[in-house]
């Protein structure tokens, strides 16, 4: 079992940041990646960005391509999401997701709220 720990999330104008950290403990078995998801109001839970836990490779959603960044410290088993140049339409709950032995554990979420 992976039990995972998000924070950082809140309320922030426009054109502002953020950055999100999500601790993962309890595993025995080797997390292979981490990354985080988000769901807006009504709306499927989509992929921001993940990074893989051996070489660092990242995958990123078209739409926070150039404002998002994510990394991870392995000694810690933390991913961080860097969020920058907010837009109102990246208000959502922000879940984090660690793949270990092909089971997907998640957060409990983190919300961001892009709001003047």
């Known amino acids: 079992q992976v039990q995972l720990v998000e924070s950082g999330g809140g309320l922030v104008q426009p054109g502002g940041s953020l950055r999100l950290s999500c601790a993962a403990s309890g595993s025995n078995f080797r997390i292979n990646a981490m990354g985080w998801y988000r769901q807006a109001p009504g709306k499927q839970r989509d992929l921001v960005a993940t990074i893989t836990t051996s070489f660092g490779n990242t995958n990123y959603a078209d739409s926070v391509k150039g404002r998002f960044f994510i990394s991870r410290d392995n000694a810690k088993n933390t991913v961080y999401l860097q969020m920058n140049s907010l837009k109102p339409e990246d208000t959502a709950v922000y879940y984090c997701?660690?793949?270990?032995?092909?089971?997907?554990?998640w957060g409990q979420g983190t919300q961001v709220t892009v709001s003047s």
């Open positions: 997701n660690a793949l270990s032995q092909l089971t997907n554990y």
